[in-house]
């Protein structure tokens, strides 16, 4: 099993500039989050979803999109990036949403807005 | 407001030597923390999980303590190895009604010298 994966690993954009992230699991999890890690700080949730076609705000969703149409699936877009976006962002999935289901991370995907 | 606090925010040990990272938090209610580690580069890995009632909790030369009633959680590693090099993020879940959220540490960046 590869777990989670996520591309791109890296990535540099021009503000104002979009793209998406992808993230796959191969674990048969319900549900998927994508986090962003910044210097200093937690991890901070964006989005998550608790099963395909449903998709919830995070902490700090603003900027971001995200979709699960496959439930192995959960991209993340940013639609006119701004250098606060400027991030390491990880991907996770848990079997369900209990407090006790561990969450997988994927890698990172490290962006860079110029 | 649910904060985790972590201390020191980064040490630097000899290999072969133990060290103890301390984890502070006000989170309420409390589901239960885990412990994560992660390498640069990758994505955070979980250590330990503890519940209310667990004092704590070993996994290998890994153990973590709670304290429930002061809210502090220590990780201690023993004859620390290079390959422990890492960041050690604390992580404390609580019920928020929808799911069960996780409020992540800032972590400690650890260093094991030759």
């Known amino acids: 099993n590869a777990g989670v994966t996520q591309t791109p690993k890296f990535r540099v954009l021009k503000t104002g500039q979009s793209m998406t992230l992808l993230c796959a699991q191969d674990m048969n999890h319900e549900y998927m989050y994508w986090y962003r890690q910044d210097p200093g700080m937690g991890l901070r949730l964006i989005h998550y979803s608790v099963g395909e076609g449903t998709t919830a705000k995070g902490e700090v969703p603003d900027g971001y999109n995200v979709s699960r149409l496959k439930k192995q699936n959960f991209l993340l877009g940013l639609e006119s990036a701004a250098p606060s976006q400027t991030s390491v962002y990880f991907c996770?999935?848990?079997?369900?949403?209990?407090?006790?289901?561990?969450?997988?991370f994927g890698p990172g995907t490290r962006l860079t807005v110029l | 407001k649910n904060q985790v606090e972590q201390s020191p925010q980064s040490l630097i040990i000899l290999e072969g030597k133990n060290c103890t990272l301390q984890c502070n938090y006000t989170v309420s209610p409390f589901s239960n923390l885990r412990w994560y580690k992660q390498d640069t580069g990758r994505g955070p890995v979980s250590l330990t999980i503890m519940t209310f009632s667990e004092n704590t909790k070993s996994n290998g030369r890994y153990t973590a303590t709670l304290d429930a009633d002061t809210k502090q959680s220590s990780l201690h590693i023993t004859a620390s190895q290079l390959s422990d090099s890492a960041s050690y993020i604390c992580?404390?879940?609580?019920?928020?009604?929808?799911?069960?959220?996780?409020?992540f540490g800032a972590g400690t960046r650890l260093a094991v010298h030759p």
């Open positions: 992580v404390v879940t609580f019920d928020s009604g929808g799911y069960n959220k996780l409020i």
């Open positions: 996770a999935s848990s079997y369900t949403g209990g407090s006790y289901n561990e969450q997988f």
